[in-house]
Every structure is written in C-alpha cells, then in structure tokens.
DNA sequence: ACTCGTATCCGAAACGTTTTGGAGGATAAT
DNA sequence: ATTATCCTCCAAAACGTTTCGGATACGAGT
C-alpha cells in the first residue's frame, strides 16, 4: 500500500506537495500537478482515511442506529426500506454508512453518547426508537447532529422525518365513510410510537368531519403485532356487532383482523371492510388484498439522510420533513350493505 | 473528549501506563491500575477507535458488500435476512459493520481492492453478486479475507457458506413425485447465479432416481424474476399441456408461474401443483399458500461472519459452510388427479 | 560488594495524513 | 534600486493511540 511519502518521493516534491496537489489546492503548479497524479495512479495510491480522519476530525460517516434489527421486521420491510433509502442518498454524497443495532440488553452497556463518539459518526438516523427509550432524551441533549424517523422532535442538532399519518389515516376512514360505513373500528398501534397517537387523531378527524361521535370503545391496542390484532378483533367484533368496518393503523395488524373476521365466518370485504397502513408488499398478495394507505419508507430514509447531511455541511435550511400518503384501493372495502 | 493524556496528566503516570493499565498489561501495578481505570471513568474517557487503528492497522470492521440494495429486494428479504444475520453476530463479536453497496455504475469508478482499501474493513462478506461479476475474480485474487454467500468458490483468503441447493431442490421434486406426478416442469434461475445449477441438478436427480428421463423443455429460464416466471410459465403451460406440476427455483417465481396458471383457467392446486423454493414470507400468506424449500437466510449470514471473523483470527477450522434446507408442505400441491 | 532478577514505569518513535506559516525566486510596480 | 506581489513549494507540527527498548529501584542470591 503506496503512502504519500512513497508518492512524494518518487515525484521529487515533499509530502505537503502530493496533498494539496491531490486535493485541488491552487497553489501547486498544474504542471506537477499533473506528475503527481500521474505517479499517484501508477502506484496505486489511495488516501489513509484513517489518518485523515484523524487530524481532520471529520470521518465521512453516518451511522444508522436500529432499535431491533430482527428477523420479524421481514414482514413489513420498514426497516430494509429505509435502509435503502439511507444508504443510496449517503452513497450519493459520498458518505460512510455503518449501521448500529441495538437493544434494551445493550443500552445497559453503553450510553448513546459512547456509541456515537466511539462509532466515529459524524451524524446518526435514528430508526425504530420507541417514545419511552432512555436514549431518546439523550439524543436530545446531545450535540451530534441526528434525524429522527417517526419521532417529530425536535433541538437544536435534532430534526426529523416523518408521514403525514394523521392526513393518511382520516383519507383512510373518510373512504370508509364515503363507502355507507357508520361504525368503524380502529385496531391501533402501541402507544410507545408516536405514529399511532397521530393515527387515532385522523380517525377522530374523519368521524367529526361527517359528524359520527367517536365511540371510546371502537379502538383496540394491536400493538402493531399481527397475532395481537388477530385477538383485539375477535373480542372487539364480538363484542360490537354493529361494527362494518375496520381502520388498522398497520397493514400486519390489518392481516390479523382479517384472518380473525374470517375465523369468525364473516364474509370479506361484503360483511367486513377493512383499511390498513403502510402498504407493505403482502398487502398486495393476500386475499383479499388490502385497501391501504402507503407511505413512502425508502424515501423516509432518503430524506432523513438529506437532511442530516444538511445539517452536517451547515445547510440547515430546514430540519424536518414530512412525506405525504396515497391512499390505495384494493380489494378489503366495499359498500355497506347493511 | 478527554485523552489519554488527560488521563495520565491526571493520574500523574505517562500514557504508556495509561494504555498498558487499561489494555490489561501485566507491568503496571494494580494499585495504580485500579487508580486509572477511576480516572478515566471519571473523566469520560473512551480511547479513539481512529488513533488506535491508525497505529495497530486493526479496525474490528467487516464490510457486508451488496451489490444491488434494491427496495426491489423487499420482495424476498434475502438481503435483509443476510444483514441482520450477520449484524447480529458482528455484534456479539465485537465487530463493526460497514455497509458497502455497489452497482454496474459504481464499479466503473472503483475497483473492488480501492473499496476495500479506502473502507478500511478488514474482511468482507459478499452478497447478491453475480458469477459474471468482474469483482468476482478481483476477490479471488485479493487478500483480504472474504466469504462469499452462495458462491461455491475457494481460495487462500475467501471461503463461502452456501445452502444444500441441489439436495432441497431434489427434495422439492421428489415430493411432487411421490404426489403421482410425471410431467414436471421447471421454471429456473438465471444462468448467472450458481443456484441455479444446483436447482437444476437436484431437479434431475430426483428424476433419476425415479426413472424418468429428463426432457429438456421442460425447463425455462425466470430468471427470478416474478413477472418473467409468469410469461415463461404461460409458453411452458400452453406448449406443454401434459405438465402437471410446476418446480420454480425461487418462491417469487412460484408467485409468478401461480398467476399465469390461474390466467390459463387453472384450477389450483388440483389441476396443477406448484413447488417454490426460500420460504418468503409471501408464501405463507399467498392464496393457495406456497409448498415450498425453506432456506435460513438469516443464519447465511450468522455463519458468513462467523467464517469470517475466525479467518481474521486466525482460527481458520474451515471456510466454508453447507446449510441444509427445510421442505415445508402448503397448499399448492396435491395429489396428481389426472 | 557484586551481580542478577523482577516489578514498575517511561520517552520516543511510529502510523499516514492535513495544515500552518513561511521561504525562495521571479515578476511587476514604485 | 527597492519594494511589493505572485507563484510554488516545503519543514514541521498536529491528530491520539500503541509499542519498543530501556531506565530505575529494590530485594535476593552468591
């Protein structure tokens, strides 16, 4: 591995020479400046970022930090989508991406600020953080710049991304609405996000709107689980006959209300319409497939990235985003036919 | 961010002590240790991974490079499931991960020993690259470490840990043998991928050992591709009226080659059985659910690091890796009615 | 008294860059 | 002739570690 002072030597010049003529700097001759890239090619030779780094103090590098990286996040791809999304724009601008998983065993061990400063990251996303994690307050005290995802938080080197879920969910339980259904039920999600406080808001929205009083006991907690759905809809549509249709703040909460409706020999979408969010690829394939709202992950990651990198080279034009929604309509809602 | 030399001003020692005292060395005495290990807790201290790289050309990182992190690759999750296999056990292990994700274009720009040079990881996990990759030989040749995730290639410095492919897919056909079927068709991977071979191989095995001989239009090429599998499907149904069973050499294909049946008027599984292979997640919840060959993507990728780092380590017990395969019975085979 | 071993510490070099603050020479301006 | 201004270049410091090769002191062995 040539250095530059294996350069330097071969082109006669001194080490300060070979870096500011690599570098663009205008005070070296274009004339040996072109000799010293010339030999640069020849040896091979490739800047030590390790070495820059060091007495830069800039390394380059987002971290993406995930809180449970698991195997289950298969089935909404949230987190892969994102990670594409993260990884294409940090790729476009020349950025590092290493990515950080944690979980409440290894918060034990070390702090947010440990792991920023010891990763080297000059910035961080923050994805799948509950609102109740311990390291969320010390992101907010923390100098390094960060982009939330979901989180609509904000301090001085904080910002984020998000969906306009309460926009998506009233579009959701508006066309619900539009379709002759009185009484809708909402599964929603865990309230340890903040997405699902926003959802429930759009629910209320939508019913105010065609003013429906909103019944307290329409909306179950799905904990965004599928198997948990499944449960929470079976008691909620025993429990309320008069229930026509469904909001499920999840698509995977949506699969679980359905597969508990057919348990419950209720024809689909004819006895039952249901409504989900994300617009993750099973929603497309099941039967029925799922009228849904769909939010964009990739470019929830894309974005975020933007604007750390923003922040980072010290265009903070804005530091937060929100994306909005499309609603979708497939084949789980129909008109009420009661 | 304190220093070492913080620590040792403080301590009154020299940083050498400093760094042998919390390095575990045993010329330092453990009074003294015990002294600045308090002090460096106190003063924050965490040493700077950059610095220490720098000088023992260490860095604990691995790269996990993909080559095309498509929001496509939702559809299967295989690159996800690798990722967070082998984050996991980089984890564990005290590594970091750098994701590194190239494509046709970016290759022009770089060779593959440039990225690993300039990234700085010690060995390299590859995953999604084709067998006419021109990176491909570039790895071969390099000495850096790496493993290759279903690439059956060796050399001093690279291994691979790869699935029993031919003996799932022998497996796979075999089951749609003892179903009663004689006439079954494949619909495969491209060329590019090593599976695909395998597949094919397993394909015939299975048809050997039950005496039927293999017929060579039998098989077309999908190219993994869903809508690819559904036109293939389609010439290969019509043409083939005698066909009644269906081997696809990935489940997404399965997805397609269904389609084209149903479009054809077939009824399913009783006038056509079809047989996919990974185990996505779709397959569980398709309409009919897909009979399939389960592979453990996630546990690729465990074992890709742990191949990897042991190289690093110098425990080199083997590089490489055979996984087997799990058949899983769904809805879309049955009994050959015909 | 001399050597030897052991326990504990330290100075300085090394890793490969960037950057600071000039030096030297040539040319232009006064 | 002197000064100012460019244009090129460079030596040395700095970044924060680890490690090599001693140095010092003390007690034991002879």
């Known amino acids: 591995m040539a250095t530059i002072r294996d350069v330097a030597?071969?082109?006669?010049?001194?080490?300060?020479?070979?870096?500011?003529?690599?570098?663009?700097?205008?005070?070296?001759n274009e004339k040996t400046r072109e000799r010293i890239k010339e030999i640069a090619k020849e040896l091979k030779y490739s800047?030590?970022?390790?070495?820059?780094?060091?007495?830069?103090?800039?390394?380059?590098?987002?971290?993406?930090?995930?809180?449970?990286?698991?195997?289950?996040?298969?089935k909404d791809?949230?987190?892969?989508?994102v990670l594409c999304g993260v990884n294409d724009c940090a790729g476009q601008l020349g950025y590092e991406l290493v990515l950080i998983s944690t979980d409440s065993q290894k918060q034990q061990e070390k702090t947010y600020k440990q792991l920023v400063q010891e990763r080297?990251?000059?910035?961080?996303i923050l994805q799948g953080i509950k609102t109740d994690d311990p390291y969320l307050e010390e992101v907010l005290k923390s100098d390094t710049p960060c982009i939330l995802i979901d989180i609509p938080m904000e301090s001085d080197s904080v910002g984020y991304v998000t969906t306009d879920n309460r926009e998506g969910a009233k579009s959701a339980v508006t066309h619900l609405l539009d379709l002759g259904h009185q009484h809708i039920g909402m599964i929603n999600g865990h309230s340890q996000a903040f997405v699902s406080q926003e959802r429930l808001d759009g629910y209320q929205d939508a019913l105010q709107e065609k003013?429906?009083?909103?019944?307290?006991?329409?909306?179950?907690?799905g904990a965004f689980l599928?198997?948990?759905?499944?449960t929470e809809a079976t008691k909620l549509l025993q429990e309320h006959p008069e229930l026509t249709a469904l909001?499920?703040?999840?698509d995977l909460m949506a699969m679980g209300a359905i597969r508990a409706a057919k348990k419950l020999g209720r024809k689909l979408p004819e006895e039952l319409s249901v409504v989900g969010f994300d617009n993750i690829i099973l929603s497309a394939y099941s039967t029925p497939s799922l009228t849904t709202i769909a939010q964009d992950r990739y470019q929830l990651g894309f974005e975020a990235t933007k604007l750390l990198t923003g922040m980072l080279e010290g265009n903070m034009d804005s530091k937060k985003k929100i994306l909005n929604t499309a609603f979708i309509k497939r084949e789980s809602t129909c008109e009420n036919h009661t």
């Open 247 to 250: 909001f499920c703040a999840s």
């Open 211 to 221: 003013g429906i009083t909103f019944e307290e006991s329409y909306v179950r907690n």
């Open 226 to 230: 599928e198997e948990r759905a499944e």
């Open 77 to 81: 791809n949230f987190t892969y989508e």
């Open 120 to 124: 080297k990251v000059e910035g961080i």
């Open 47 to 74: 800047p030590n970022l390790l070495a820059r780094s060091l007495v830069m103090k800039k390394t380059k590098t987002i971290g993406l930090l995930v809180s449970g990286l698991k195997i289950e996040g298969s």
């Open 9 to 28: 030597k071969r082109a006669g010049v001194s080490v300060t020479t070979v870096s500011r003529a690599l570098n663009g700097y205008s005070d070296v």
